[in-house]
DNA sequence: CGTTTTTGATACCTTCTTAATACCAGTTGT
DNA sequence: ACAACTGGTATTAAGAAGGTATCAAAAACG
């Protein structure tokens, strides 16, 4: 058990912060399955002593795996490691979650919020009635103040009434309105930046970005969003684990 | 860590301004690996003693990569390299997977097959000794004669003695070999096709194109394969299922 | 030649991390 | 009911990090 505690041991040689270290290390020794699933972690005291680092600075690196959703605690029981089952590997994260989760400050301009007929494609990939209409939001979508991304979504009328009601995260909303997005089938394209979206992201026109496409479901596997994220390729990653 | 600084440090005998000299050094490192995603860099007072440069320009040098959203800068804390912002993706299915799917023919053609001398980046997302030697391959991939992408391996020597031994599967000469990639991790981007990708792929310089990035495991939990997929945008998209 | 801008150095301020405590509040086993 | 765990919270303080204001020399410019 002893290498164990060494391989955990944060450098205080290196400049980033002790707590961001033993986090980092903590991740990987529970990725690795150093503990079982529903396992208890070894307590904070016992972190702290056995690592030569104070009881606050373990609970720091714990309330970050917390963050991610990586570990659980329990009040007067312990800290357990959330079982894997329960933390599917490609979570369906609003952007201002995933945001908030990296540490940045996120924020949204509107560009467009109104009322209109939907186009062909909507008609076809919302599934809607020839004679229904729909809201479409479009926005820049900030991170520390930088544009990461534009993204203009659809929705059908139905579930949206009042264009202006949404707030900056559309999840939250549709959550509050009982139409909460369950599942998503996401289409990931390059593409050259045309004028209009090149202008709105602050990049030059041909520039490579890359498109997202959305369609988001509720629980009766209804589709109630479509969704086109235009991403600043400096800025987003998209990755993927597989297994065989 | 000795020659580091050396490599970052500034010439006073240049007529450009120190701080510009150290700034894209510095950038230059960053892009190199030096440091991971998330890891603080080293402070400016470190810096400024280190590069014997006054704290102020490498400050200023530092405003200059911070305006290229290079880094963040958390006060009190420390200066963190940007990490780009993951999407995590899953059930991830290709394009030319569906292609073969929908019966067309895929085949590919070599276009290098040699042993090289590993790239610094290389050298570190395969965790490759400084002397290591490595095997890279290069061939287009074409369904039903037409090329849908530019596909280039990189596998340490170690694995694969031979270049030229490889067949029209790579994963299917790993598994004969007895080194099967049982995991890998997979990234996506949008980039602009450059002259030579350009021409191999039959399509216009700037076009856009995805570029993935994949690195295999073995069992043993070592990086096998490092491989770098450039996909016309015209015949791919990649499709993934999120759900939360 | 004088003026303005750039560059670099110094000193001081604010904020964050880390640590050392102490104490509170649930949980568990005896 | 109790003792001995667990996590949750608050306080204090020192040290280290980025933030900022000021000034001097050098370069660029009119």
Redesign the pocket.
């Known amino acids: 058990m002893d290498e164990r505690w060494q391989a955990l041991k ?1 450098d ?1 040689a290196q ?7 033993f986090a980092r290390k903590l991740a990987d020794a529970i990725n690795a399955g150093w503990w079982q699933a529903d396992e ?7 972190f ?1 002593d056995e690592l ?12 970050v795996l ?1 963050e991610q959703g990586l570990i659980r ?7 357990f490691i959330t079982p894997r089952l329960e933390q599917p590997l490609s979570r369906l994260t609003s952007f201002t979650e995933m945001l908030k989760q990296k540490g940045f400050e996120p924020s949204s301009v509107w560009l467009e919020r109104s009322i209109a007929t939907p186009t062909h494609d909507e008609v076809i990939k919302l599934g809607l009635s020839p004679t229904a209409q729909v809201v479409r939001l479009k926005r820049q979508r900030l991170a520390d103040g930088v544009v990461m991304a534009i993204e203009q979504s659809t929705l059908p009328l139905a579930y949206l009434p009042d264009p202006q009601a949404v707030g900056s995260s559309l999840y939250a909303f549709l959550d509050a309105a009982g139409h909460p997005v369950v599942r998503a089938l996401q289409h990931i394209r390059a593409v050259n930046a045309g004028p209009d979206i090149a202008a709105s992201a602050g990049i030059k026109q041909g520039e490579a970005m890359l498109l997202m496409t959305r369609i988001g479901y509720t629980a009766d596997n209804v589709a109630i969003e479509l969704t086109d994220t235009w991403c600043r390729n400096d800025y987003y990653d998209f990755v993927a684990e597989l297994r065989r």
Chains 1, 2 share one sequence.
């Open positions: 944060p205080e400049s980033t912060p002790l707590y961001l270290q208890a972690l070894p307590s904070e005291r016992t702290s030569g680092i104070s009881r606050v600075t373990a609970r720091k690196a714990l309330d917390l605690r329990r009040h007067g029981s312990g800290t």
